[in-house]
């Protein structure tokens, strides 16, 4: 159960580290993240997470359609990511992406926890630490 916790804080200081380390950044990509990768993340994420204490089931559903919604624009920016490629293996990052948010959406839609944590730690952060670990430089240290 602390392990969702975990991995989310573990992203959200990749993703600042990340944003430190880009010497030049590319706009678009950046606007893509932070704009609707991030956000949507975290919502689908947060269907895979315990629930908040005391959580209303009005509130669960919204919880749960805000992870449909992640999930839907996680596939339509993998896609997009895919008109941004390099070379590499940019593009089996972007379709892992999409992908994972396919079944994630099935997942978020089936209000299934277990299945929504399971993609939202495998594919789905295996597309943003993948890609993040393969095209985001490492700060040179200064001595
Ligand atoms: C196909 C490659 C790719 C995938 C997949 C990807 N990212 Fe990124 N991401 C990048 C690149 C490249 C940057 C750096 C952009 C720049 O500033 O030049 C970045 C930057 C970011 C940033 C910093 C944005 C800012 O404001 O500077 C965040 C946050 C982020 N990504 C979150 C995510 C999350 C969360 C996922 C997965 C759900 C993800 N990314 C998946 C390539 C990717």
Redesign the pocket.
């Known amino acids: 159960m602390r392990v969702r916790g975990m991995l989310i804080g573990a ?1 959200a200081l990749a ?1 600042g580290a ?2 430190a380390q ?1 010497a030049n ?2 706009l678009p ?2 606007a893509i ?2 704009t609707a ?2 956000p949507a ?1 975290l919502a689908f994420w947060a269907g895979g997470n315990d629930p908040p204490e005391g959580e209303t089931p009005a509130q669960a559903d919204a919880r749960w359609a805000a992870a449909v919604q992640g999930a839907q624009t ?1 596939q339509v920016k ?1 896609r997009e ?1 895919l008109q941004h490629s390099r070379p590499g293996r ?1 593009d089996e ?2 379709r892992m ?1 999409a992908e994972g948010a396919v079944a994630g959406e099935a997942a978020a839609r089936a209000k299934d926890a277990e299945k929504a944590f399971e993609i939202g730690g495998g594919p ?1 952060y295996d ?2 630490n993948g ?2 670990k393969t ?2 430089p490492t700060p040179t240290r200064l001595p």
Request: proline share 0%; aromatic share 10%; charged share 5%.
């Open positions: 992203l993703a990340a944003a880009v950044h590319d990509v950046q993240m932070a990768v991030n993340a996680l993998g990511l940019w990052f972007a992406l789905i597309a943003c890609c993040h095209y985001i």
